[in-house]
Each structure stands twice: as C-alpha cells, then as structure tokens.
C-alpha cells in the first residue's frame, strides 16, 4: 500500500515528494498489531537546514584541536577544552552544564618540549614522540644507540650491566610494504549488507590463545623495569602498524604517583627506525640526542566528564543521552578520536537548541575522559546515575532512561545503527532512518560494537547504541597516531552526522514511551584494573 506523505528536503533543504511506501514498510514493527513508528518530517526539515546551512561543526572541531590540542585525560589542555565546551554550551543556552568528578584516575601528563636527532654518522631528525606517562631526560641527552631485543627471560642476561646511558633498539626490525590501495575506504553496499547479516553464531573465535595475554605483558613489564634499572638514556620502539611518516602511540608509565619510575620511552616512525637499525647492524657509531621535557601533574587525582541539558516538557523527568568521549591520545590532536565524535554531538545540542523544536524527554549530553584508559569516565558516569554492573543493583533513574547514541569511530559518514542485540528497536530506527537515506544511511545491524562508552550503558541494561560509520582512514592512519589533526576531518560527513544525531535525539525525546530494552543483565565482574596501570599501548580496543 502507497501512502502520500508531504513534501520532505533533501540535503539542502530543496523540496522532494516520496511515496512512503518504504519508510512504511521500514516502520511497522515485529507484530503486526504494532502500528508504524510516527517520524516527524516537519522537525527533519528544520534540523537539515539549520544543520547544513549554518553549521558550526567543524569551528567547534577546530578550537578542540588546534587551538586545545591533544586532550589527555588529566591534563591541563582537557581542562582548558573542557572550559571552552562548558562556555559553548552555556551560550546556546543549555542549562545545568557543569564537570562532574569521578575517580579517582591518577596523575596528569603532558609533553611540554621534544627535540630528538641523530648526531653521528650523520645528523638528520628523528619522528618520534615520548609515550605517555613517562619520564623526560631533565635536559639534553646523548649517548650510543644498540638493538636489544629481548624476546624470552633468557636473553636479560646478555644484556646486563651494558646498558647505561644507551638508548635501546627494542623493537625488531619491520618490513614496509607498498601502498596499492588507497588508505581512505567509505563502506560499499555489499559490505553494509554482509555487516546486517546475523553473525554466524559458530564463526566465534578466541579474542587470545589459550592461556591469555598475560605472558607477553608479563615479558613487557619485565623488559621496561630491567631497562630502568640499567639506567638507558630512552627505549625506542615502532608501533605495531604505521609507516610513510606516521606511528601510533599509547601509554609507557603508570598514572599513580607510588609507582616506580620507568625509563623514558619513543615510539619512532618505522622509517627513521630501521635506518637506525641497519646503521648499527652495520656496525657504524650511531649517536642520538634526546631532550624530552615531561611532566606530570599529581595535584588532582580525580577527572571529570562534562554534562549539560535541554529541559523536556511534560516527560522532563524522562532522559534521553547524546555523548563521545572527549580525551585523546597525545602525539597528533586527537581530531579524528574523538574531538570528531565530541563536534558532532555539540554541533547536534546547538542544532536542537537552535531550531526551537519541542522536547517531551530532557536531553542531556555527555563528554567523557578517560574513554582510552577503559571506559572509566562513562563507567563511572553509569555507575554513580543508573546502576552498578558487578552487582546489577539500580537506582530511580534507570527507570527513566530512554537511550543513549555515541559517536566514536571517526569523521566516517553515518550509515546505519549498531543494534547491540536489541531486535525491538530495528522497526523504530528503520523508520528515523527514512528520511536519510538520501545521506547514504540505509543500514542497520543486530551486532555489538565494542571498545567505546555506549558499552557502559548496554552493560546494565540500558539501550546504547553507536553508529556505523564509513571508516575513511580510521584505523588505516589516525586512530591514536600523530596523523590524529584536523585535516583528516571530513567536513560534509561532519555536517550529516550532527544532524542525524540531532534528529534520532529529537524523536526519541518525543515518543510516546522509552526505548524498549532487553533484559536486564546479570552482574558482571569489575575488569577495569586499578585506578591506575603500567601499560605499552593504548587500551582502548576499538
């Protein structure tokens, strides 16, 4: 059956007429006494046209990357971000907006100067960047460079009282292979429809061997004391992936004070590292001088996320959440992860503010630190509003939570829903996708999305939910890299997502009931670890 619908805008506002037809048969819900999904056209229109014509996205992107830089949780650069979101915020007129505390996390870094060169043979510079959470050289340092690496318990013995005052080759040597294909990639149609496919329920696979990760992290743990201990002028290593000027960085040191030092420690583009390498292979001199200014900031141990609200009207006591997590890595400025996400659900609260349009549910968003440190700013955040996961034990607001939609892979256009395995909300997204399937968002899929902060409300049984995205360069050149800037930022796919959001935000804040839900879950135990841990990468497992 063909119903007609009113006129609806395309991209720019120009008027199209489309048979409902598929938005109608995209909209009935699983039973056929369930009637259609109602999606407000007249709401859409307004939010594309505020949101394609007088977009701030990418400014906001802009001032979270170049003028704050890389945000690590703890540091006064998130602080200075945070600052400038709470005023942004305020000034749209958003209200209760403020830094909720959690913690606690541990100590604050930050790089405050690097300068890194060989010396002899010759003298060229060095890509590189100090890990997080470890210790600078209190000025200029030169000294020998040698290969140790170090692969079984026996091998420290080789290696013992050689050391001090060298810097240390840890990483074997890596091939680089060409690049035939291009780096950016958007999904096809054939992709979007393999990834909507039921996941083949005996394809599951061990994420490690038997016996678990722990042995190679042991060896890890082992190589970085016995490398403090030698006293090495600094550790250089490549990431496991990068090359053509661009590595991915994580964390070397520990966030709490007590702990040992460690020994100061580079991640090198792959490059400049293998000329070092066959250098010394070579058995030439190679000298390197390092002066690597790190500082750590013990005065508050805690962190904070940043929340703020549009008030609802007749269901105000009703919430629905738009969030992305707001801290970085450090080497590049965090653009692609996650000022991109953090941009677009600003850009999607000043859209909605902006139109004037009604909301029944308070919508509230969330900005989260220490996301790459395990989720703990949302943990924390779901811990402390709606309920504890190792105990399922709930608190009154769990019941007045509608949803909650995260942004976290990147600039990548929005193509569809992650459903996390909720079956009764696919009729309902369907039919709010409707009117974006001229913005290439076609797709929904029953499959969990891991590694980011919607996990934290999926965990005790609310309905969180992350979108598909086009990968572009994602997980080929930014995600945690110094190549993480802001000219890796698609500015048009920025655009649509905010007003996606902004849209899914809209109708969920006025549907007639919450979100339905699957059951609760059963308690789960605590795997976030300590306050704070040693670490060789970044955590975050997206």
Not at 311 to 329: I, N, Q, R
Not at 455 to 467: H, I, R
């Amino acid at each position: 059956m063909t119903l007609w619908t009113p006129p609806r805008r395309g991209w720019l506002g120009r008027p199209t007429f489309v048979a409902l037809a598929v938005a109608t048969a995209l909209a009935v819900p699983i039973g056929a006494q369930s009637p259609a999904e109602r999606v407000d056209l007249d709401a859409v229109y307004k939010i594309k046209d505020e949101g394609f014509q007088r977009s701030q996205v990418m400014e906001l992107t802009s001032y979270l990357t170049d003028v704050y830089g890389p945000r690590l949780t703890g540091s006064p650069n998130l602080k200075a971000a945070a600052d400038y979101t709470v005023g942004k915020l305020t000034e749209w007129g958003a209200t209760n907006v403020k830094l909720e505390p959690w913690g606690p996390f541990g100590r604050g870094w930050t790089n405050e100067g690097f300068s890194f060169q060989a010396v002899a043979p010759q003298v060229f510079p060095i890509i590189g960047y100090p890990k997080a959470w470890t210790p600078g050289t209190n000025g200029p340092v030169t000294g020998d460079a040698v290969i140790v690496v170090i692969e079984k318990e026996e091998d420290f013995a080789k290696y013992k009282g050689q050391l001090k005052g060298k810097f240390v080759l840890a990483s074997a040597l890596q091939d680089v292979p060409a690049h035939f294909e291009p780096d950016g990639k958007r999904y096809t149609e054939e992709q979007l429809d393999e990834l909507s496919a039921q996941p083949d329920p005996s394809q599951r696979t061990q994420r490690f061997p038997p016996g678990g990760p722990g042995g190679q992290m042991g060896l890890n743990r082992q190589r970085m004391k016995f490398f403090a201990d030698e006293g090495v002028a600094a550790v250089l290593e490549t990431s496991r992936k990068g090359d053509g000027g661009t590595f991915f960085i994580g964390s070397g040191g520990s966030r709490e004070p007590k702990d040992p030092p460690t020994a100061p420690q580079l991640i090198v583009t792959v490059e400049h590292y293998g000329r070092l390498y066959r250098m010394i292979e070579k058995k030439q001199a190679v000298k390197l001088q390092l002066d690597a200014k790190n500082v750590f900031h013990d005065k508050d141990l805690n962190a904070f996320n940043i929340v703020g609200e549009i008030p609802g009207t007749d269901k105000a006591d009703e919430v629905v959440m738009l969030g992305a997590h707001f801290d970085s890595w450090h080497a590049g400025t965090g653009a692609t992860d996650n000022a991109a996400g953090s941009a677009v659900m600003l850009e999607a609260m000043r859209i909605l503010k902006a139109t004037g349009l009604k909301m029944r549910r308070t919508v509230r968003i969330g900005l989260w630190t220490g996301e790459e440190q395990g989720l703990l700013g949302s943990r924390a955040y779901v811990k402390d509003h709606f309920a504890d996961r190792t105990t399922m034990a709930v608190k009154p607001e769990h019941a007045k939570f509608s949803s909650y939609f995260n942004v976290d892979n990147g600039t990548g256009a929005i193509r569809g829903v992650y459903l996390q395995g909720n079956e009764a909300v696919a009729p309902i997204f369907s039919a709010w996708m409707a009117p974006f399937h001229n913005l290439g968002m076609t797709h929904l899929t029953i499959r969990n999305t891991g590694g980011t902060d919607h996990q934290a409300f999926d965990g005790v049984g609310l309905p969180g939910f992350q979108f598909i995205q086009d990968p572009v360069e994602y997980d080929s050149r930014t995600h945690h890299s110094n190549m993480d800037v802001y000219e890796r930022i698609q500015a048009r796919d920025m655009m649509q997502n905010a007003v996606i959001v902004a849209s899914f935000v809209y109708h969920a804040a006025n549907r007639d009931t919450i979100l339905p839900r699957k059951p609760l879950p059963k308690p789960q135990p605590d795997r976030t670890g300590p306050p704070a841990t040693t670490a060789t990468s970044a955590s975050s497992g997206r």
